[in-house]
């Protein structure tokens, strides 16, 4: 257990670091932050702190640098997460409150804000398709042999797809495909749309079998794809000191371009919380050079998907949390989604 003076001395420290990118001595927390304690109180203190594990040296001879101990002590402990300006505040609202026609378009925006405000990485993934209910099936013809298939679910996903026929299809059988796909599917569950599907439609209808497959088919093609990940501000990290190092840049990049991790990064936590992962704390070992910050957003028990950020240790962490509690909170505020509930 740390006294108050060595707490307000870690929490200097990792301030200061987080600034200027730069190892902490003594006499720079003495000059900025504790002018009524003497250098070497502080030399003793941080000496201390660094034997328990909090700090880390980079070499013989600099000052200190913040473990991931440190950060986590830091980020639990001896930080207020109101850093968050009147004019953050009101870009975040205007650009919430835009009206979003699907969550995932809503889920790019807010991806979107957080990487413009805070300066870092964001990822994003939108709600999982297994469990949501379908509000309306659609089909819109394109062609004398092309549809367009729309799934619209509860929550606001939207999935389309474009179906082709080897024989043409007409606007009269599009309308009756319109009512039986919604008579029989409204109100499920998006896994009904199998077999015992098809062999409704085709009991109803009786239509040709290369126009009932393949509708079946893509339909069932599109509810299974992987989920879609988005990307927003991946140069940004690229302006931090600690990409300077080829290594770790050349990390970060794959990390980015890996999906199954990416997933893994944002399939984590639980709905509503943040989570924060620091270093050695994230389960793959190619980001122990990294933390992540994720939260799920959700209405009721219904998940909309999971934004994260992802960058260096040395992550102003009061910012990026701050950012994502408001940020969170405008979500589920939204009334284009919470009406349904």
Do not use: W
Not at 53 to 63: F, V
Not at 134 to 160: C, Q
Not at 172 to 183: A, I, M, P, R
């Amino acid at each position: 257990m740390l006294d108050e003076r060595k707490r307000n001395i870690l929490k200097e420290i990792v301030d200061e670091y987080i600034a200027t990118a730069e190892p902490v001595s003594s006499a720079v927390i003495v000059e900025k932050y504790e002018s009524n304690i003497s250098s070497a109180t502080v030399r003793n203190d941080m000496a201390e702190l660094e034997k328990l594990g909090y700090l880390e040296k980079t070499h013989a001879s600099s000052g200190r640098v913040p473990s991931a101990k440190g950060y986590r002590m830091y980020v639990d402990e001896l930080l207020k997460y109101d850093n968050i300006s009147l004019e953050e505040i009101k870009y975040i609202q205007e650009k919430l409150e835009n009206k979003a026609d699907s969550i995932e378009e809503l889920t790019k925006i807010a991806t979107t804000t957080l990487s413009e405000i805070t300066h870092y990485t964001t990822v994003s993934v939108g709600p999982k398709t297994s469990g949501q209910i379908i509000e309306e099936i659609k089909f819109v013809l394109l062609g004398n042999r092309m549809l367009m298939g729309i799934i619209v679910t509860d929550t606001g996903l939207v999935k389309e797809t474009i179906i082709k026929f080897d024989e043409d299809i007409t606007a009269e059988q599009v309308d009756t495909l319109n009512y039986y796909f919604n008579n029989k599917l409204q109100g499920e569950p998006i896994e009904k749309i199998d077999a015992s599907l098809e062999e409704y439609i085709f009991r109803e209808l009786k239509y040709s079998v290369k126009i009932i497959r393949p509708i079946i088919e893509q339909m069932k093609k599109l509810i299974q794809e992987e989920e879609n990940i988005y990307l927003e501000g991946a140069n940004k990290s690229f302006e931090l000191p600690e990409f300077k190092s080829l290594e770790l840049a050349k990390n970060f990049v794959n990390i980015l371009d890996t999906k199954e991790l990416m997933l893994d990064i944002l399939n984590t936590g639980f709905a509503e919380d943040i989570q924060i992962y620091i270093g050695d704390e994230n389960d793959n070992k190619d980001l122990k050079d990294f933390s992540v910050v994720t939260f799920k957003h959700s209405v009721g028990d219904k998940d909309l998907g999971t934004i994260g950020i992802i960058g260096p240790k040395r992550m102003n962490y009061s910012k990026v949390i701050s950012v994502m509690k408001y940020i969170s909170k405008k979500l589920n505020e939204n009334d284009n989604f919470n009406k349904k509930d």
